[in-house]
């Protein structure tokens, strides 16, 4: 009953921005580490940014500087600003979160994936 909903993928020129968006929804109680994770083509799925419950913050040497991450504890959603953006970062995006359930089990989440295309 534990849902992650993604939104604010597309298609954009190099030097362009993106803002993606990731909203939890079903029967939660808590919800500790947030993050995006990306895979390319040909590539290994990688770690871009984790924010975890105080708003500590990681991100991969790749995009330090160009993105940031950030979550809204009301409304149970993490998003992450993509700026100055590079054909490289060409990806399918995953949003990521441990929650604990209303019923007191921890669990790893996944969202659908969303796709971005960085191209001239």
């Known amino acids: 009953q534990v849902q992650l909903v993604e939104s604010g993928g597309g298609l954009v020129q190099p030097g362009g921005s993106l803002r993606l968006s990731c909203a939890a929804s079903?029967?939660?109680?808590?919800?500790?580490?947030m993050g995006w994770y990306r895979q390319a083509p040909g590539k290994q799925r990688e770690l871009v940014a984790r924010i975890d419950i105080i708003g500590k913050t990681n991100y991969a040497e790749s995009v330090k500087g160009r993105f940031t991450i950030s979550r809204d504890n009301v409304k149970k959603s993490v998003y992450l600003q993509m700026n100055s953006l590079k054909p490289e970062d060409t990806a399918v995006y995953y949003c990521?979160?441990?929650?604990?359930?209303?019923?007191?089990?921890?669990?790893?989440?996944w969202g659908q994936g969303t796709q971005v295309t960085v191209s001239s």
């Open positions: 990521n979160a441990d929650i604990l359930t209303q019923t007191a089990a921890w669990g790893n989440y």
């Open positions: 079903g029967s939660i109680s808590s919800i500790n580490i």
